[in-house]
């Protein structure tokens, strides 16, 4: 192996257990931190992620951080209502972990779907020929600023969708304003979705936040959601949680 190589390895592993030290120490102490404590360790984790990106090639000096400025920039400028869930969030009101995608829940008029993708696409985003439509009929769409990063977004639908862009919380992070979903709309989000990391988001999120949760407002959108979306699951998936939670 070259000297640059073993530079390069020994600077990877540094990295690697850097980031560990910091997961076990924040998972000790995340459920008593404060909000700007919260968002220091976020920050923290997703500059790691963006070392990993820049080692890999990209031209950009802070990819996950200018994509995040890019995208709220054209919400902002166009004045389109939204709201961030997901991974973002979730590593906000749980535990901190790192994510390479940014999940966007917006409303469009008409006449904006098309204007909001050329947007990302003069900003430096690729999108699908699909995108339109998909946007259109209320389906995810992934559009891509990096290899690595990526924004998913998806035209509100659901009553969930816009009581939580009303309800979202502005947070300073990154050096921006931007608005993310409370700790209850993204637990209802995440329960709808099921996956491992959901579960765990979920758990992790009940964990830090349970003293202040809106219990009570939680089982009103899951109930609506299994109403709308067809969910039948939602509701017995909540009442054994919150079983085994209070058991």
Known sequence: MSLEGQELRGRWQR?????????????????????????EIVEALQDFMEEVERM????????????????HHILEANRI?????????AALWGIARTTVDVDVVLVLSSDQTSFLLDRLREAGFRASAEAFLRLREGRPVKIFFTRRFSVDLRQASFRLDREAIRRAREVELFGLTLRLATPEDLIVYKLARWEPIDE??????LESQRGSLDWTYIEAAVHDLAQEAELPELPVRWSRLKEEIDG
């Open 81 to 89: 209502p939204y709201v961030i869930i997901g991974g973002l969030a």
């Open 15 to 39: 990295m690697v257990a850097d980031y560990r030290a910091l997961r076990e120490a924040e998972r000790r102490d995340l459920a008593g931190a404060t909000l700007p404590e919260r968002i």
């Open 200 to 205: 765990r988001d979920v758990r992790a999120v």
């Open 56 to 71: 890999a090639g990209s031209s950009a000096a802070s990819p996950f951080r200018e994509m995040i400025r890019r995208l």
